[in-house]
């Protein structure tokens, strides 16, 4: 049987950004592992939310990308800078690693 570590989310930085119609929700979290194995080391996630004209809502997320707070801000930042999309995110990240 699979054990599912537990971990708690809080968001920490909420943007919303309007362009050309669409508009864009940007998050970035923090979660903490409670189990020991993971040492409770708080992790940073980003994710964006993108509704169109026709109010088709599209969403990605990368999850536990970071471990520094510095380079998760600053890479939030330029994420919503940038006006990323749901599609874009993943690619902004490799380049960002």
Avoid at 49 to 73: C, N, S
Wanted: aromatic share 10%; with cysteine.
């Amino acid at each position: 049987m699979a054990h599912r570590e537990k971990t708690s989310s809080t968001v920490i930085r909420r943007e919303e950004r309007e362009d050309d119609s669409y508009k864009y929700i940007y998050e970035l979290t923090v979660s903490e592992g409670q189990s020991v194995s993971s040492f409770r080391i708080p992790l940073y996630s980003i994710g964006v939310e993108m509704t169109d004209r026709l109010g088709q809502i599209r969403k990605g997320t990368v999850k536990e990308a970071f471990a520094d707070p510095g380079r998760a801000i600053l890479f939030f930042d330029k994420v919503v800078r940038c006006l990323a999309t749901p599609i874009d995110l993943a690619y902004i990240v490799e380049d960002e690693m």
